[in-house]
């Protein structure tokens, strides 16, 4: 299975996954706004007019990109849910497999959440809407926590910014190159997160 196969399953057909991935890399590598079209189809392995068959433009590629990076996210965080009631277990899965996520995506994590600002405002909208529901899934497992006087936090909704932030923030430093793998790094993180929360 190929990368671009793991990241977009559902996509068709596989030309327009590897589009998709040639777009992530060129994103990530020059900016959006410094990558034409042509980049991205010599990138695929394809003629300048290849993108058109799939995409309608380069700004409907970087949303299929991002749509889909903040769906898989989305499903991350929610799983936690379902797999732990205890909100100091629950932060913990939470914060290892967002961490580790954007370490082992880093390159499309980075074109996900540094682009944004270059959707068009419609596309922007329905993006917006899956970061609203990923926060608000963050902030209850917070209020959670003070309910049960788990975390100490004064403000949930500041909590859950700043967690959902050093998630992120992975994206834009974390190579192949780094001390730990992916799954540690989750795990250091979780620990720090908790710690931050005032988990007793």
Known sequence: MTVSDE?????????????MLAGVESFAERG????TTRDIAGAAGMSPAALYVHFPSKAALLFEISRSGHEQTLALVEDVLTR??????RMRL?????????????????????????????????????????EQVVREVITQGLGS?????????????AVLSLGIDVARWYSDRARLTPTALGKEYGELVLRMLGAR
């Open 32 to 35: 959006y706004h410094a990558t």
């Open 94 to 134: 939470l914060v290892e497999d967002f961490v580790a996520w954007h370490a082992r995506r880093h390159t499309v994590a980075r074109v996900v959440q540094y682009e944004l600002n270059a959707l068009p405002e419609r596309e922007y909208q329905v993006v917006g809407k899956l970061r609203r529901r990923i």
């Open 149 to 161: 006087d788990a975390f100490t936090v004064a403000d949930p909704q500041v909590a859950a910014v």
């Open 7 to 19: 990241l977009w399953p559902d996509v068709q057909p596989a030309t327009a996954r590897r589009l």
């Open 84 to 89: 732990a009631e205890d909100p100091v277990e």
